[in-house]
């Protein structure tokens, strides 16, 4: 029983245009969501979080966006750099373990 | 150099061989946690420890070992490694619980023959 789900597993977008990585989740106890970004070899490392009280949070180029009643949420990158290119999970807490999505591959085409 | 480190990086081992990986961090968190990632699955927690000598089974704890006598070491073995047990496999510290970010390691690649 995924939890936590990423149904995209890639995503290819041009350099420039917002990428729109999307995370669906079943739990409604989970009180935090975080977003990863993993490139090859390296361990994954924490881009930006929102808490469940919040349906927005913006960090420079990466905004998170949650809807809570449709238990869905979404990183929108804005514009995308070839840079970005990387293996993107979304992660939920409770009690303070995370449960990980299956992850979205982002290619971003210069 | 402040961190979290894994070793080896990678591994090659028999079925039944007894492995043991290695995370060490220098923050003192008490947090740390080791997952494992395969395909279609993104990462899965095995176990985790909120303090020394404290520790509890994760997603997936079957076959695994884990001991914490240190606040920055938390080693994770292998028993009697089977090929299921093939998988890259990451170690992660926080300060805190209710939603604190946690912090990777590099990742050890483990591959059972």
């Known amino acids: 029983d995924q939890q936590v789900k990423q149904n995209s597993p890639s995503l290819s977008v041009q350099e420039g245009r917002i990428s729109i990585l999307n995370c669906d989740y079943t739990?409604?106890?989970?009180?935090?969501f975080l977003w990863y970004k993993k490139y090859p070899a390296e361990g994954p490392t924490f881009l930006i979080s929102i808490s469940s009280i919040k349906d927005k949070n913006e960090d420079g180029r990466f905004t998170v966006f949650l809807n809570k009643s449709a238990k869905h949420l979404s990183l929108h990158i804005v514009p995308s750099q070839p840079g970005d290119s990387a293996v993107y999970f979304c992660?939920?807490?409770?009690?303070?373990?995370?449960?990980f999505g299956q992850g979205t591959t982002l290619q971003v085409k210069p | 150099d402040a961190g979290i480190t894994q070793s080896p990086r990678y591994k090659i081992t028999e079925t039944g061989r007894q492995v043991t990986l290695m995370c060490h961090q220098t923050w003192s968190h008490s947090y740390m946690f080791w997952y494992r990632q395969d395909l279609g699955h993104g990462l899965r927690l095995i176990y985790y420890?909120?303090?020394?000598?404290?520790?509890d089974k994760g997603e997936v704890p079957d076959g695994y070992v884990v001991s914490r006598s240190k606040t920055e070491n938390f080693p994770l073995t292998l028993e009697s490694a089977t090929r299921s047990q093939t998988s890259v496999y990451f170690c992660?510290?926080?300060?805190?619980?209710?939603?604190?970010?946690?912090?990777f390691g590099p990742g050890t690649r483990l591959t059972v023959l």
């Open positions: 739990n409604s106890m989970f009180d935090y």
């Open positions: 992660a510290s926080t300060p805190g619980t209710g939603g604190d970010t946690q912090y």
């Open positions: 992660a939920a807490s409770n009690t303070g373990k995370l449960i």
């Open positions: 420890s909120a303090a020394a000598d404290i520790t």
